[in-house]
């Protein structure tokens, strides 16, 4: 089976600062890898890369078996991407995003697709309401719901749950996870909550000044360094960066 993703010797480089320097990971079908670092240490920027959006200095990006540079329309047929700050038109309704992502990525069986995603993350009241006029935790409902339209391969989620009450947050990432197990696609998911991380993740990467300095299961690696959770770690890490 191909991997969901798989990244290698990744570079952007700007006149005065290399914002991701040499980075190489994959996903695998079914995991949650959870991308982790300070304000600054590369994350969007890998992302943007990896949604073909920012075109890497050097490196390549395989997603679900397909080069992102050379066959970029195929590749990201296979991924999907939601982040608390892209937000679904706000003049369209909610069935109406749904529909128009649906035929975008060319889903297969949409309206059946689209039900079984209103159901799925509780959004049958607001089906015909303007996506403008929901609150931010119902758009980010919305924005999951469109990012596994396709059933991608890879789900790249950019601070998934920022937005929503923790009860809400708990069921969404549980429904994640679920997506996760059903083999549906493998997930990279950045946060800055730690809590959140330990509870979904199967594995983490910490990059740092744009280089992976840490990777490993989040339950297990505080233990290995001393600390006691990973919020410990990951405020001695940004304090003063491990050698990889
Ligand atoms: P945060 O957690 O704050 O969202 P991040 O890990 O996502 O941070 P990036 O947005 O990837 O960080 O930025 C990495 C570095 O690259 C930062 O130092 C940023 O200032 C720099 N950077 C990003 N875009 C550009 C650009 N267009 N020109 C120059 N530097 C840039």
Not at 48 to 57: A, T
Not at 78 to 104: K, M
Not at 182 to 208: A, K, P, Y
Not at 228 to 234: D, S, T, V
Request: with cysteine; glycine share 8%.
């Amino acid at each position: 089976m191909d991997l969901a993703l798989e990244v290698k010797g990744l570079k952007k480089a700007y006149k005065s600062i290399t914002a991701v320097d040499s980075v190489s990971f994959d996903v695998r079908p079914g995991e949650i890898v959870g991308l982790l670092g300070p304000n600054g240490a590369g994350k969007t920027t890998t992302i943007s890369m990896i949604l073909g959006v920012l075109e890497p200095s050097e490196g390549s990006i395989n997603i679900n078996g397909r080069d992102v540079i050379s066959h970029r329309s195929e590749a990201l047929m296979h991924t999907n991407f939601n982040a608390v700050y892209s937000h679904a038109p706000g003049n369209l309704t909610v069935f109406q995003n749904l529909y128009i992502f649906g035929l975008l990525y060319n889903a297969p069986n949409l309206s059946e697709r689209i039900d079984e995603l209103i159901k799925e993350f509780d959004l049958e009241i607001f089906r015909d309401t303007k996506c403008g006029a929901l609150s931010s935790g119902e758009q980010t409902r919305v924005g999951l719901a469109k990012a596994m339209i396709n059933k991608p391969a890879l789900l790249l989620l950019d601070e998934p749950t920022a937005s929503l009450d923790p009860s809400t947050a708990q069921i969404i990432r549980k429904k994640i996870r679920d997506y996760a197990d059903r083999g549906e696609g493998g997930v990279l998911w950045t946060s800055h909550n730690m809590h959140e991380v330990e509870d979904v993740c199967d594995r983490i990467l910490f990059l740092s000044h744009g280089k992976i300095v840490l990777e490993g299961n989040p339950r297990t690696l505080p233990q290995e360094h001393g600390k006691k959770n990973l919020e410990e770690l990951f405020i001695a890490i940004a304090r003063e960066p491990i050698d990889s």
